[in-house]
């Protein structure tokens, strides 16, 4: 059973448009949550995170909503710039753990922004 | 100051044969672990070492040894290369003083024919 889903495969979106890249996960004890950005041929990087304990972080251009009750987070990107074109992969943390090596990851959303 | 490093880029073996992923990493973290990222699937943990000396299994760790060969240091061994174990590999080293901050490194694409 996947913990961690992101059911959209792939988003496309105009330039200077809101992204929205959705992730549900079925784990009640998992308590933080990553976004990652993974360009081809290359590693996935950190994009930002959330605690279960808020409901919203921002960093710059990148907002993560979380909904504990739902199971759901979410990571709003804008304005969407061609530069952001990647595959994004949500990851979860269980309650407790302080190292992101243990994280639970989804199966990544290509995202693909259009001049 | 490269940070995570991974020799080789690409690999391709015949079933049966045997090789060894390198990673190194120069950020002095003790932890470092090796995933496996199928296509349209996300990374999933094969083992990682938390420290100089431990190793320990990850999600999928069948068909895979490691040694943490010093503190830079941790190797992926596949034995016997079945079909299956066609992905691409990727080390990481997260930092301990962030939850955060997990390095990766560029990854090792490998096919088994």
């Known amino acids: 059973d996947q913990q961690v889903k992101q059911n959209s495969p792939s988003l496309s979106v105009q330039e200077g448009r809101i992204s929205i890249l959705n992730c549900d996960y079925t784990n009640s004890m998992f308590d933080y949550f990553l976004w990652y950005k993974k360009y081809p041929a290359e590693g996935p990087t950190f994009l930002i995170s959330?605690?279960?304990?808020?409901d919203k972080n921002e960093d710059g251009r990148f907002t993560v909503f979380l909904n504990k009750s739902a199971k759901h987070l979410s990571l709003h990107i804008v304005p969407s710039q061609p530069g952001d074109s990647a595959v994004y992969f949500c990851a979860a943390l269980p309650e407790g753990s302080t190292n992101a090596g243990k994280s639970t990851f989804g199966d990544g959303t290509t995202l693909t922004v259009k001049p | 100051n490269a940070g995570v490093t991974q020799t080789p880029k690409f690999q391709v073996l015949k079933t049966g044969q045997s090789m060894t992923l390198q990673c190194a990493q120069d950020m002095n973290h003790n932890s470092m672990y090796w995933y496996r990222q199928d296509p349209g699937m996300g990374l999933r943990l094969i083992y990682y070492?938390?420290?100089?000396?431990?190793?320990d299994k990850g999600e999928v760790p069948n068909g895979y040894n490691v040694s943490r060969l010093n503190k830079r240091e941790f190797s992926l061994r596949l034995e016997s290369a079945a079909p299956s174990q066609t992905s691409v590999y990727f080390c990481?080293?997260?930092?301990?003083?962030?939850?955060?901050?997990?390095?990766f490194g560029p990854g090792t694409r490998l096919t088994v024919l």
């Open positions: 990481a080293s997260p930092d301990r003083s962030s939850t955060d901050t997990q390095y």
């Open positions: 070492s938390a420290s100089e000396g431990t190793t």
């Open positions: 959330i605690s279960s304990i808020k």
